[in-house]
């Protein structure tokens, strides 16, 4: 069974700089494609971010050059550089891995709290 624990998250200044880590086990982690998703109070869950087992990204265009997403195989850990936080980027974040390279979500972390005061 797939286990996915993020960590990272905490309270910062706007401006400031957060990493997420989401470590995986129970799957081979090099061969799924891997998400960062968040949540805002009264908003549906959005994807941030995502990586491809190749390590193809893409960025949702409210983070786009702020953000990265990266993974280390090696560590089966995957993470969220997050760098000049706005008060919107306050949410809860997910870590989720796909089915291989397809776009079908099969296991979700149990979250990580981020908040940006202004």
């Known amino acids: 069974q797939v286990q996915l624990v993020e960590s990272g998250g905490g309270l910062v200044q706007a401006g400031g700089s957060l990493r997420l880590s989401c470590a995986a086990s129970g799957s081979i982690f090099s061969i799924h494609a891997m998400g960062w998703y968040r949540q805002a109070p009264g908003k549906e869950r959005e994807l941030v971010a995502s990586?491809?087992?190749?390590?193809?990204?893409g960025y949702a265009d409210s983070v786009k050059g702020r953000f990265t997403i990266s993974r280390d195989n090696a560590k089966n850990t995957l993470y969220l550089q997050m760098n000049s936080l706005k008060p919107e980027d306050t949410a809860m974040y997910y870590c989720?891995?796909?089915?291989?390279?397809?776009?079908?979500?099969?296991?979700w972390g149990q979250g990580t709290q981020v908040t940006v005061s202004s």
């Open positions: 989720a891995q796909y089915i291989m390279d397809s776009d079908y979500v099969v296991s």
């Open positions: 990586i491809s087992s190749g390590g193809s990204t």
